[in-house]
């Protein structure tokens, strides 16, 4: 898992150099862009099911798993643009969510 997080790290760093608006605003955005990607997974959702009649079969369970895996990207840059260690804090939530979850 440490290479993910390496990855993430040096994405992060690209993402700051790139950046034309203040840290604090860029921390926000990063945030926010966690809605916007689920919103990409819910319109694959519609396109695997057809749901809208207009656009009929649009997507494929792939590109389903493609935006699920955007969703937690973005949440791994988010937390790593507002916590260094987000490594740690990432493996305590989920030992807590796990611990609370698996234990009964």
Known sequence: MQ???DTVE???EWLDVKSTVSPEMARLLRVL???EEAG???E???GV???NPRKGNSHTWGDVQA???DVILTG???LKTIIPDAARVFEERLGYVAARSLSR
Do not use: F, P, Q, R
């Open 3 to 5: 290479d993910t997080w």
């Open 76 to 78: 791994m840059v988010a």
């Open 49 to 51: 099911t057809g749901s």
């Open 44 to 46: 694959a959702i519609h």
């Open 10 to 12: 040096k994405l992060v």
């Open 67 to 69: 935006e699920l895996c």
């Open 33 to 35: 862009k966690i809605s």
């Open 40 to 42: 990409e997974v819910a």
